[in-house]
């Protein structure tokens, strides 16, 4: 469990020693590489062996553990190493991959991971986009589901009103509104005119027109009115019809 925890914790880190970085090449990157500061150098690979025995790295061939080798350089910024299983002179097993920047170490994660980190950020973005149209949903037991957007009301607000056209009034419409103009008018006359622009209003003297007769006034007017009314004459019997002669 310590072994996991360790390399989880190595592709999140690196090392640079800035004595080393103006001097680099594939001659003595792999020296470079076996500083005891580096915290991605095992010191019990097979190079460390080489080393101690001052021995050329054409012996890693003939051993058999961890070794490490230049696997490709781009001089002077770029340098691959790469740690390996070595069974037989023949065959080897990669282990893993460093590359050097600039001088600075770094571990390359392994297909594995890379694949992991990318499901864990789509699933992320996904989950996330999950919560947040979740967020937006509105139910009323009367109006069932709709969307309620926060956004919505501000970009209304903001967004420029487009005017609209107004259309010339017809004949009709005009002649209408003048009539009902009119009308107001002589309902509601004015109490004030003013002479010109900027003077001082004059009241308008308005005619009392005589009330109208309420009802008991006319009730009494009629029945005076049937009292001197004389009766009607008799109704006149229809003539009576004749025999014609022939």
């Known amino acids: 469990m310590h072994l996991v925890t360790l390399q989880d914790n190595l592709l999140g880190i690196s090392w640079v020693d800035s004595g080393w970085v103006p001097i680099l090449n594939p001659g003595n990157v792999l ?17 460390e062996i080489v080393k101690m025995q ?10 058999v553990g961890v070794e490490y080798i230049l696997l490709h350089a781009q001089e002077p910024i770029l340098y691959i190493i790469r740690k390996q299983q070595r069974q037989s002179p023949t065959q080897v097993i990669p282990l893993a991959d460093y590359y050097i920047i600039a001088g600075v ?10 694949i992991s980190s990318r499901v864990l950020s789509a699933l992320h973005g996904i989950q996330s986009a999950f919560d947040e149209a979740m967020s937006y949903c509105r139910y009323h037991p009367s109006k069932g589901y709709w969307w309620h957007f926060k956004d919505q009301e501000e ?15 017809s004949l009709f419409q005009r002649h ?6 009119l009308d107001l008018r002589s309902k509601f006359p004015p109490t004030f005119y003013q002479p ?26 009629r029945e ?3 009292k001197s009314s004389a009766p009607a004459p008799p109704s006149k019997p229809p003539p009576e019809k004749r025999a014609r002669l022939q």
């Open 31 to 47: 020296d470079y590489f076996s500083e005891r500061s580096n915290p991605f150098y095992d010191r019990t690979c097979n190079n």
């Open 196 to 221: 010109k622009p900027g003077d001082k209003p004059i009241p308008v003297e308005v005619k009392k027109e005589p009330e109208p007769p309420t009802e008991a006034a006319k009730q009494e007017e």
């Open 155 to 169: 970009r209304e607000k903001t967004k420029p009103k487009s005017k609209k056209k107004e259309e010339p009034s």
């Open 176 to 181: 209408r509104v003048d009539t009902l103009l």
């Open 224 to 226: 005076p009115a049937t």
């Open 54 to 63: 001052r021995l050329t790295l054409e012996h890693l061939n003939q051993m």
């Open 105 to 114: 170490v770094y571990q390359a994660p392994d297909l594995g991971t890379v």
